[in-house]
């Protein structure tokens, strides 16, 4: 079959002419203004059968012989192509057969019944379909009329080219949704022809990244059925002639995904007043999202089709409203008692959202006893309606005992920070009063940082009772703070964390040293001591100098322990943080969005921090399990600087769950959904 030309389009023009409408190039203010270009809107949606797909049809059926006619024509299609052959069929007065795969769309059915085609639904996807009527056009002598693969088909497509040109000559760039490629490579041999300075952009969806893949690897291969939206450009595999026009005149093919096409629909139907379904929107979605860059530019977009599916309809207007930051979902686990509900709904209100939905459950294996769930659909104006919405009131993500932990923390951080900077500055104790007794210093130095680590750990523990719900929204698109509060929340990832903080309490305890066991020492004789008592000494002698306690536990077991402060808040606030890491590295892995990596930065921080915050510990694992002298005797040398790397450590530890909660927050927003594990 020889190359379609112009003169192969211009003779289909002329067979379409009184029999299709020459649909509008309407320019768009809206989407101008949106891409800083000349913005114009190719409206096949509004052609006859809702979709381009009548032109190529009707010009092939035209172009049978009388012979041929009186078989009468066959087609597979779950759509548009078969709403255009049944609808061409019927203007010529040819009979048609319409073969759709047995789940296609009901309303898409009664629309290609309507048109007056036999019906005939077979297989559970296309291929069997395509099967079908391949095999009744074989034993009926029926004229099979393929979507794309045909001369006369690509040339009728072709006759929106020339219908642009006729408009605007002089346009920049173009911009069509590609599948098999029929379109793209009609309407590309008409403007190329034309216009050779033109460019044609072809877009497909992420999940059938047909075309894509042939032009970028120089290779055909077909791809297995995946869910998409876009259904109309769900193409496994692209035909011979389309392909031979599109490596010769298509100037590039870029990608979308479906939430980006959402997007595009409901900008659509709201500024542009026009409905496009999913694969009809393709090409807007593309600029929209940047893959195509129309600045300074005169382009046109082909809006392919508007049939759409009026349930996939709202699930697109739901879809958009949630990108555009004006319908927030919030899952909310609240007390099972009178009056809870209503704070909430107060809380909304003084935001002055509104309420739209409203979803109660008692009942469920997720739903802790005393509690329910409760799912709230809110609709706000924009963005920062919704932040204020989530940052006022009952809406934070703590409650009243929550804050006073916070409060319980910041003072005792605070507490020890002073120490910490007195120790480096002064290698003094604090509020000395002169007396030259290291027993008094250190009683004053120990009691502050107890008190210090008292009011650490009531405050972390006060933080964890005191989290409050949103702990998650409905649909799944968390922020960052809803992730860690939703780890904090799962009892599964607080086990994990709980235990591993203990580990790692008890590991530091005993390779620090800060719990001694010497069976080959008489502590009578070694020290004088013949029961449980301690005394005070200054440690670890020049720069650093440091209080130390030194405690004889049970003299006659030969166990005791020697505590300095450092060791203390090694021993306290580390677990906490640790365990803090582990759990959120736990939940991270088990609820990471759908292809998204680096989800283990928690578990590889909090191991950082776990030998950074002690060297001596990271010496002897590494000499014990790898027999390594060097880095024992390393860490020996390093641990009169330990606060230093203390310094270093404690930042890791709360860095890492921030990023991997904005990661997971990051994948979300960009419509991967929750992969649970």
Not at 122 to 131: I, L, N, V
Not at 630 to 654: C, D, E, G, I, K
Request: with cysteine.
């Amino acid at each position: 079959m020889s190359e379609v030309t112009l003169a192969d389009v211009e003779e289909a023009k002329q067979v379409l002419r009184g029999v299709v409408r020459e649909t509008p190039l309407d320019r768009s203010r809206t989407f101008s203004e949106l891409t800083s270009s000349e913005f114009y809107l190719k409206l096949e949606n509004l052609q006859k059968t809702g979709s381009f797909k009548m032109r190529g049809a009707y010009v092939k059926i035209s172009s049978l012989s009388a012979a041929e006619r009186r078989h009468g024509v066959v087609a597979a299609s779950a759509g548009n192509h078969a709403q255009g052959v049944a609808y061409s069929a019927s203007l010529l007065g040819v009979k048609s057969t319409i073969v759709m795969p047995e789940q296609a769309s009901p309303a898409k059915v009664d629309a290609t019944k309507g048109y007056g085609a036999s019906l005939l639904l077979s297989g559970r996807t296309f291929d069997d379909a395509m099967k079908r009527a391949q095999e009744i056009s074989r034993k009926e002598g029926m004229v099979l009329i393929h979507a794309f693969e045909d001369k006369k088909v690509i040339s009728g497509q072709g006759t929106i080219g020339l219908e642009m040109a006729d408009e605007q000559p002089e346009l920049d760039e173009i911009i069509i949704p590609v599948g098999g490629g029929g379109l793209a490579s009609g309407v590309a041999v008409a403007m190329k022809a034309i216009n050779p300075k033109v460019k044609i952009i072809g877009v497909q969806s992420e999940a059938y990244p047909t075309v894509y893949r042939a032009l970028g690897q120089g290779r055909v291969s077909k791809i297995e059925s995946r869910e998409t939206l876009a259904d109309g450009i769900a193409v496994k595999e692209p035909g011979k002639i389309t392909l031979k026009l599109l490596k010769r005149y298509l100037d590039g093919v870029v990608l979308v995904s479906d939430a980006e096409i959402a997007k595009a629909i409901f900008l659509l139907l709201e500024r542009a007043k026009t409905l496009a379904e999913p694969a009809g929107a393709a090409g807007l979605a593309a600029v929209l999202s940047g893959a195509v860059n129309v600045r300074g530019k005169k382009c046109a977009v082909v809006i392919s089709g508007g049939n759409i599916d009026m349930y996939t309809l709202d699930q697109m207007v739901a879809k958009g409203l949630e990108m555009e930051h004006r319908l927030l979902r919030l899952e909310f686990a609240l007390a099972d008692r009178p009056g809870a509900l209503r704070e909430i709904i107060d809380a909304v209100a003084e935001a002055k959202a509104n309420v739209v939905d409203v979803a109660h459950q008692r009942m469920g294996s997720n739903v802790p006893l005393g509690r329910a769930t409760v799912v709230l659909s809110v609709e706000t104006q924009n963005s920062s309606h919704t932040k204020r919405l989530m940052a006022g009131g009952r809406l934070k993500p703590f409650g009243p005992y929550g804050r006073v932990g916070a409060a319980a923390v910041a003072a005792g951080s605070t507490l020890i920070l002073l120490q910490m900077l007195i120790w480096f500055y002064s290698q003094t104790v604090i509020w000395s009063d002169g007396r030259t007794t290291v027993e008094g210093q250190v009683a004053r130095f120990f009691f502050l940082e107890s008190v210090s680590l008292f009011l650490i750990v009531l405050g972390s523990y006060s933080l964890y009772r005191g989290l409050e719900p949103p702990v998650g929204r409905a649909d799944g698109r968390w922020s960052a703070a809803e992730v860690l509060v939703n780890a904090l929340k799962s009892r599964r990832d607080v086990r994990i964390g709980v235990t591993v903080g203990i580990l790692y309490a008890i590991f530091y305890a005993v390779v620090s040293s800060m719990v001694v066991y010497q069976p080959s020492v008489d502590f009578t004789q070694a020290y004088g001591v013949t029961s449980t008592s301690w005394s005070a000494v200054a440690c670890c002698g020049g720069y650093g100098t440091i209080p130390m306690i030194v405690v004889y536990l049970l003299p006659q077991l030969h166990l005791g322990l020697q505590l300095v402060p450092l060791d203390l808040l090694l021993l306290v606030v580390v677990p906490i943080l640790i365990a803090f890491n582990s759990a959120v590295a736990s939940f991270a892995f088990r609820n990471r969005p759908r292809g998204s990596r680096h989800m283990w930065i928690s578990g590889f921080g909090a191991a950082v921090a776990l030998f950074t915050s002690c060297p001596t510990c990271a010496g002897y694992f590494l000499g014990g399990s790898l027999g390594g002298l060097a880095a024992t005797s390393l860490a020996v040398a390093l641990a009169p600087y330990q606060l230093a790397f203390v310094v270093l450590s404690l930042p890791v530890l709360l860095l890492t769950p921030l990023l991997v909660a904005r990661n997971i927050s990051k994948g979300l927003r960009d419509g991967c959904g929750i992969g649970g594990r």
